[in-house]
């Protein structure tokens, strides 16, 4: 489970992050809208809190940051990193950082390989591959480690249609075995195929926390993309709320 308690983040005079109270149960594919690249940055410990608490299956993250970065797995949403090794080496290296078994390491990489069509090109460098060829590197070396907490930044740009397929059906059984998934992307359409909950957030701050039901109720007949830009519009009028954690 992962709670955010008034959360702020503050950036010399722009407040990016204002109060953040959200929280994604375990089981649960969450997605959050503008102000996702804070709210993830902040999660993975790329940066830290101006303000608040962030808590990972109940431990503090500010008290336990390594212990919680080996039960996340991160897709970043640029996969351009790591470009002088190959796609092998990059897997290998993650494989230390999280103290896999190698013997488990090696069944895995082979089949995430097989599964996303890189097998034959893993003694390539990442540098010489196209923008989707390094996004299934960047995702086979977060899903290695097998852990319990998902955290994937726009993960299916410039996948090709049968790798898309095939990561969201991961998205969907990881959740389903109980485990949890914080989900961004700029395709709604996608959102509302996979996310239990949506949490929007604009200017900083969080307009509406919720189901799908819930907003198909306060807003019929509409979809997922109309009623996010009716409420990014209209961020200062009563929008519809549910309890974190409902």
């Not at 109270?21 to 993830?40: F, Q, S, V, Y």
């Not at 351009?80 to 993650?94: K, S, V």
């Not at 896999?100 to 990442?126: G, H, M, N, S």
């Not at 995702?139 to 993960?155: H, K, R, S, T, Y």
Request: hydrophobic share 40%; net charge negative.
């Amino acid at each position: 489970m992962i709670e955010f308690q008034q959360v702020s983040k503050q950036y010399d005079t722009t407040l990016a992050l204002k109060g953040l109270n959200l929280t994604i149960e375990n089981g649960e594919i969450g997605h959050n809208g503008a102000g996702k690249t804070t709210t993830i940055s902040l999660l993975t410990s790329i940066i830290e809190a101006t303000s608040g608490q962030i808590f990972v299956d109940g431990m503090n993250l500010a008290e336990h940051r390594n212990d919680i970065k080996k039960k996340i797995a991160y897709v970043p949403d640029s996969p351009d990193i790591f470009l002088n090794l190959t796609a092998d080496e990059y897997w290998h290296f993650l494989v230390q950082i999280y103290d896999v078994d190698k013997a488990v390491a090696e069944q895995r990489i082979d089949q995430l390989t097989k599964l996303f069509d890189i097998a034959d090109r893993k003694y390539e460098t990442i540098d010489s591959f196209s923008h989707g060829m390094r996004q299934k590197v960047i995702i086979i070396g977060a899903l290695v480690p097998n852990p319990d907490i998902w955290i994937l930044d726009e993960p299916l740009t410039g996948l090709d249609p049968q790798a898309s397929f095939d990561l969201k059906e991961m998205m969907r059984k990881h959740a389903e075995s109980g485990r949890t998934i914080l989900f961004s992307t700029h395709i709604l359409s996608v959102a509302e195929q996979l996310c239990d909950r949506i949490g929007i957030l604009k200017k900083g701050e969080l307009i509406f926390i919720g189901t799908l039901e819930k907003l198909r109720q306060a807003y019929p007949d509409q979809n997922l993309e109309t009623i996010y830009l009716q409420l990014i519009a209209r961020h200062d009028e009563d929008v519809p709320q549910e309890s974190a954690g409902e």
